[in-house]
Nanobody, 114 residues
C-alpha cells in the first residue's frame, strides 16, 4: 500500500524559508517521478515541482529559482526546499506520485505573511 506523508509546513514571514518533506512507503521514490502540488481554497490544485527517476528536476515558472526539489534515497523521502517565500506561496502543499493510480499525501499548510 502506497502512503505519502508530508511534513515541514508552518508559518513564516515573506523572504523566509521552509523545507517540506514527503516520506514514502510502498513505492520506491528513486524509480518514480515524484511531484509537489499546492492548493488554495476555491482554486484548482497547482503543480509546483517534479523530480524524475534520473533526478531531473522541473519547476513551475512561479517558483523557479526559489524552490528546489530533491530526493534522499536512503530514507525514500522527497524534499522541497522553499526559499524567498512570498505571500502568494501560501497554500496546502501535497506530495504526489502516479502509480496504478494517483497517490496523494494529506497535505501540509504553508502560510507566508508580510
Amino acid at each position: 500500500q502506497v502512503q505519502l506523508v508530508e511534513s515541514g509546513g508552518g508559518s513564516v514571514q515573506a523572504g523566509g524559508s521552509l523545507r517540506l518533506s514527503c516520506a514514502a512507503t510502498g513505492i520506491d521514490t528513486r524509480a518514480n517521478a515524484m511531484n509537489w502540488y499546492r492548493q488554495v481554497p476555491e482554486k484548482e490544485r497547482e503543480w509546483v515541482a517534479s523530480i524524475d527517476s534520473g533526478a531531473y528536476a522541473n519547476y513551475a515558472d512561479s517558483v523557479k529559482g526559489r524552490f528546489t526539489i530533491s530526493r534522499d534515497n536512503s530514507k525514500n523521502t522527497v524534499h522541497l526546499q522553499m526559499n524567498s517565500l512570498k505571500p502568494e506561496d501560501t497554500a496546502v502543499y501535497y506530495c504526489n506520485v502516479y502509480g496504478i493510480r494517483a497517490y496523494w499525501g494529506q497535505g501540509t499548510q504553508v502560510t507566508v505573511s508580510l
